[in-house]
């Protein structure tokens, strides 16, 4: 078997060689003629296709290898991502308010968690949105009417609380804040149209259930 793998590979190599070299020559020949790739009609060749982590590389004919496919999204994709980044921040204002406030370590635990977890996730969807040339954020957007995000009045008082009032006010809004972005998440996955998103953002959801459930059960309120 490690023979035939090796005939395989260095046949590939000797494929890969030769077409090189005529590329070479064509240009030392002085010729002002492009040298073009081959065509989807050409005899196909044999070429060495990496395999997946943990996996070898296979030798197999260039017309089997598929290319990746293409992004499909739609304006639904779009709005999530710009609507989440700005939920998640608000989030992150909320959390920054822990430290100073708190009494109850479960509190200051979970405020952790949703630090170390949606900062990443807005770079995430940040380059989601760079990538795919749309803007970070849209004017007509009113975000103040997102599911679960709380008012600036709201938040002006969680940040004057202490103790455990405090505790009691930030479980109670970042519940409801939780609540509001499997919302979101629901309707992305109603109308949206990408899978990669769609995964993201169900990972989202699944990670806000379980810290919903475990602000229920710290018992603060």
């Known amino acids: ?3 035939r ?8 190599t000797l494929v890969l060689l030769g077409t090189v070299g005529a590329v070479l020559a064509a240009r030392s020949s002085g010729s002002d003629e492009p ?3 081959p065509s989807a009609s ?9 395999g997946k982590p943990g996996e070898s590389a296979k030798v197999t004919d260039s017309d089997h290898v598929q290319p990746p496919a293409a992004s499909t999204y739609n304006k639904a ?3 999530y991502a710009q609507m989440m980044i700005v939920h998640h921040a608000q989030a992150l204002q909320m959390a920054d308010l822990v430290p100073d406030r708190a009494t109850d370590q479960g509190v200051k635990n979970i405020a952790s968690r949703i630090t170390a977890a949606q900062g990443p996730e807005i770079a995430v969807l940040r380059t989601w949105l760079a990538d795919r040339g749309q803007p970070e954020s849209d ?7 997102m599911p679960g995000m709380q008012s600036a009045a709201a938040l002006s008082e969680l940040a004057a609380a202490r103790g455990a009032d405090f505790d009691r006010r930030f479980v109670t809004m970042m519940t409801a804040h939780h609540q509001g972005a499997t919302k979101m998440v629901g309707d992305l996955l109603r109308t949206g149209s990408e899978e990669r998103l769609a995964k993201m953002a169900k990972e989202t959801a699944i ?5 919903i ?3 229920a059960d710290l018992g603060v309120l």
């Open 5 to 12: 793998r090796a005939w395989a590979l260095t046949a590939a």
């Open 42 to 50: 050409s005899s196909p060749i044999r070429v060495v296709v990496p």
């Open 77 to 79: 994709d779009v709005s």
């Open 1 to 3: 078997m490690q023979q």
């Open 207 to 211: 990670e806000q259930s379980v810290e």
């Open 213 to 215: 459930q475990r602000m």
């Open 35 to 37: 040298v073009s790739a």
């Open 139 to 145: 004017p007509a957007h009113d975000h103040a009417t």
